[in-house]
T-cell receptor, first 110, second 114 residues
Framework: GQQVMQIPQYQHVQEGEDFTTYCNSSTTLSNIQWYKQRPGGHPVFLIQLVKSGEVKKQKRLTFQFGEAKKNSSLHITATQTTDVGTYFC??????????FGTGTRLKVLA | DAGVIQSPRHEVTEMGQEVTLRCKPISGHNSLFWYRQTMMRGLELLIYFNNNVPIDDSGMPEDRFSAKMPNASFSTLKIQPSEPRDSAVYFC????????????FGPGTRLTVL
């Protein structure tokens, strides 16, 4: 079956440092979504990428879809304590269904 | 607009008991998803419905789990009998059902089976 791996599993950064998480798929993707889950909370949609090589920005967050549409990244510039949480990618697996990646847990040290 | 509503938020039960989790999707959404989240296995899709019809239940762990969606505004996930390994957070999510739509998650039900 389709596999979606995220690296790293965990990342601790000092406040103000940058952070990047990567999502890799074993198959070519039609699109990819990113979600954030705060500690004790539920996943919340951040963005969707559809086109090969697409780059989207949301304030300090930059999302990129690989040229081959098999991988994606989320980069946070100058992390803040509010960025703490787990970041998931989710890949479309056909007929309304998404498969979620393993997630990257980010901890920001003040 | 109200988001996805789940009840109860917390459930503690003893092994062997029946557990029923409830979900009310966002009004107008045609797809509903049940997920289970644990540290070991991450976020797993159990089953999803489109227009109240189960589309894919291949993620349901075993016959002890069942899910229903009797109408567009209500779904249940039932575990009978429950076991300690069922302890997890169970999320319900809904989407408009337009293929690659955003999923809106409920707050989850934290289930502990003793």
């Amino acid at each position: 079956g389709q596999q979606v791996m995220q690296i790293p599993q965990y990342q601790h950064v000092q406040e103000g440092e940058d952070f990047t998480t990567y999502c890799n798929s074993s198959t070519t993707l039609s699109n990819i979504q990113w979600y954030k889950q705060r500690p004790g909370g539920h996943p919340v949609f951040l963005i969707q990428l559809v086109k090969s090589g697409e780059v989207k920005k949301q304030k300090r967050l930059t999302f990129q879809f690989g040229e081959a549409k098999k991988n994606s990244s989320l980069h946070i510039t100058a992390t803040q304590t509010t960025d703490v949480g787990t970041y998931f990618c989710a890949v479309f697996s056909g007929t309304y269904k998404y498969i979620f990646g393993t997630g990257t847990r980010l901890k920001v040290l003040a | 607009d109200a988001g996805v509503i789940q009840s109860p938020r917390h459930e503690v039960t003893e092994m062997g008991q029946e557990v029923t989790l409830r979900c009310k999707p966002i009004s107008g959404h045609n797809s509903l998803f049940w997920y289970r989240q644990t540290m070991m296995r991450g976020l797993e899709l159990l089953i999803y419905f489109n227009n109240n019809v189960p589309i894919d239940d291949s993620g349901m762990p075993e016959d002890r789990f069942s899910a229903k969606m009797p109408n567009a505004s209500f779904s249940t996930l039932k575990i009978q009998p429950s076991e300690p390994r069922d302890s997890a957070v169970y999320f319900c999510a809904s989407s408009r059902g337009q293929g690659t739509d955003t999923q809106y998650f409920g707050p989850g039900t934290r289930l502990t089976v003793l």
